[in-house]
């Protein structure tokens, strides 16, 4: 009697496991099928969100000298984006670690709808600043990739992360245009209309789509010190913890530092493509496309082929490696056809480092505070959009173009120095 129970009692067990593997997606092709639907389903939202974004980066121009703002007022309403921007990313992290992806992707969608909405009926310049606001919360992207670090091993997380980038080049190449063809055709306004519907066609991939996620279980292993104490969302202590984890100070800097004088150059490129190379708007337009194209072949194509076959800390160090190589071929640069060459190797470092950072990052925190960490990552472009109109203008103004690359080669070389010296002690904190 006692060995049928023991044999019912097992076999149990094992209905129950099998159940529990399906629902998590392991061991089971319905659950990979499901995953692989989720994973779709976030790339499809960060396309539509990075689409639109840089449509309205397009349009807003046009949109700010129609109701008079001047290009002084247009530097501050951009500096205004970038600073809700910067201080929303890691609260919005922060939000998508306490209620779950699906969450998080909704409130950037419906912060996306709100914008679009108050841009749509922008008529005076305070309307226009105001309609800044939902900016704060508007991270798309990072809610994408906090959907593929829940739904990924530790080791598929570089390559996943990578091919979300494709979204990025798809974003830049139809937003550019699309936003150009419907302005021009069908009026300033219509672009934003347009970009309304597409945030309310978000949440609704987000409702039905995206998996409603139960907060992640404290990793056992760490201290009490090292998971998080407060339930607050916007602890800025708990956002800071983070930085204390093993390594994870260093290769943050390195993320930080190692793009920002390039970016500081692309910041003032519409500037520089006017004056410097003389382009007209058209030709300008064919040049972001070709970025585009590129950020889609590196993300897609080349980024995940090397996370298989090199460590990560390899290609972090082959990033700052070829961003200094970069930076000598700018500070050479004469015409825009040199440019254009000087562009695959600076999107492959972008792209590389962008990758890794992200994937070595999330894999050294605890699996409760990886959309914090993405949240700080997503942080580092609105910082450079914050501080890079004012210093950029300056590097411009008095030290000319070459300024740009020089800055590049002495950071980065500094930077992949201090590669080679230290032993950076990453700490993956996933099974």
Same mark, same amino acid.
């Given at each position: 009697?006692?060995t049928m129970?023991?044999?019912a009692?097992?076999r149990?067990?094992?209905?129950?496991?099998?159940?529990?593997s399906?629902t998590?997606g392991?061991?089971?092709?319905?659950?990979?099928?499901k995953?692989? !639907?989720?994973?779709?389903a976030?790339?499809?939202?960060a396309?539509?969100? +990075?689409?639109?974004?840089f449509?309205?980066?397009g349009?807003?121009?046009?949109l700010? /000298?129609?109701?008079g703002l001047?290009?002084v007022g247009?530097?501050y309403? !951009?500096t205004?984006f970038?600073?809700?921007?910067l201080?929303?990313g890691s609260?919005f992290g922060?939000f998508?670690d /306490?209620?779950?992806?699906?969450?998080a +992707?909704?409130?950037?969608?419906?912060s996306g709808?709100?914008?679009f909405?108050l841009?749509?009926i922008?008529t005076?310049i305070p309307l226009?600043?105001?309609s800044?606001?939902?900016?704060?919360?508007?991270?798309?992207?990072?809610?994408a990739?906090?959907?593929?670090?829940?739904?990924?091993?530790?080791s598929q997380?570089?390559?996943?992360?990578g091919?979300?980038g494709?979204?990025?080049?798809?974003?830049?190449?139809i937003?550019?245009?699309?936003?150009?063809v419907?302005?021009t055709?069908?009026g300033?306004?219509?672009?934003?209309?347009v970009?309304?519907?597409?945030?309310?066609?978000n949440?609704m991939?987000?409702?039905f789509?995206?998996p409603?996620?139960?907060?992640?279980?404290?990793?056992?292993h760490l201290t009490?010190h090292?998971?998080?104490?407060?339930?607050?969302v916007?602890?800025?202590?708990?956002? +800071?913890?983070? $930085?204390?984890f093993p390594?994870?100070?260093?290769?943050?800097?390195? /993320?930080?530092?190692a793009? +920002?004088?390039?970016?500081l150059?692309?910041?003032?490129?519409?500037?520089i493509?006017?004056?410097?190379f003389g382009l007209?708007?058209?030709?300008?337009?064919?040049?972001?496309?070709?970025f585009g194209?590129l950020q889609?072949v590196?993300q897609?194509l080349?980024?995940?082929?090397?996370t298989?076959?090199?460590?990560e800390?390899?290609?972090?160090?082959?990033s700052v490696f070829v961003?200094?190589?970069?930076?000598l071929g700018m500070?050479?640069?004469?015409?825009?056809?040199?440019?254009?060459?000087?562009?695959?190797p600076l999107v492959?470092a972008f792209?590389?480092?962008?990758?890794?950072t992200?994937?070595?990052?999330?894999?050294?925190?605890?699996?409760?505070d990886t959309?914090? $960490?993405?949240?700080?990552?997503?942080?580092?472009?609105?910082l450079t959009r914050?501080v890079g109109p004012?210093i950029?203008g300056?590097l411009?103004?008095?030290f000319?173009?070459?300024s740009?690359?020089?800055?590049q080669?002495?950071?980065?070389i500094?930077?992949?120095v201090?590669l080679? /010296?230290s032993n950076?002690?990453?700490?993956?904190?996933?099974?």
């Open positions: 009697m006692s129970n023991v044999k009692s097992s149990g067990e094992e209905e129950a496991s099998g159940m529990r399906a998590l392991e061991g089971s092709h319905s659950g990979d099928i995953k692989g !639907q989720v994973i779709i976030a790339r499809v939202i396309t539509i969100d +990075l689409t639109f974004v449509m309205q980066m349009v807003m121009p046009y700010a /000298k129609s109701i001047d290009s247009f530097g309403l !951009q205004t970038g600073v809700l921007q201080v929303g609260i922060r998508a /306490k209620f779950g992806a699906r969450a +992707l909704i409130l950037s969608c419906a709808s709100a914008f909405l841009t749509s922008s005076s226009l600043f105001l800044r606001l939902p900016a704060v919360f508007m991270h798309g992207l990072p809610g990739q906090k959907v593929i670090t829940d739904m990924t091993t530790p997380r570089a390559d996943a992360l091919k979300l494709l979204c990025f080049g798809i974003g830049v190449i937003g550019s245009v699309l936003g150009g419907l302005s055709k069908f300033i306004f219509v672009p934003i209309y970009g309304l519907v597409a945030n309310l066609i949440i991939i987000a409702m789509w995206i409603l996620q139960a907060k992640p279980k404290p990793d056992h009490e090292s998971t998080s104490q407060s339930g607050s916007f602890s800025i202590r708990e956002i +800071l913890r983070l $930085m204390k390594g994870v100070m260093e290769v943050f800097i390195v /993320k930080v530092f793009g +920002l004088p390039i970016g150059f692309l910041i003032m490129f519409s500037i493509s006017m004056d410097f007209e708007a058209v030709e300008h337009g064919y040049l972001m496309s070709y194209v889609m590196v897609g080349v980024v995940g082929k090397l298989s076959r090199c460590t800390m390899t290609l972090l160090k082959l961003f200094a190589g970069v930076g500070a050479l640069m004469r015409t825009v056809w040199h440019y254009c060459i000087i562009a695959v492959f792209s590389t480092l962008a990758t890794i992200d994937s070595i990052l999330t894999k050294a925190v605890p699996s409760s959309g914090t $960490m993405l949240g700080i990552c997503a942080s580092v472009q609105p914050t004012t950029g300056v411009y103004k008095h000319g173009v070459s740009f690359g020089y800055l080669l002495i950071v980065n500094g930077l992949f201090y080679l /010296k950076i002690p990453l700490t993956e904190m996933k099974s």
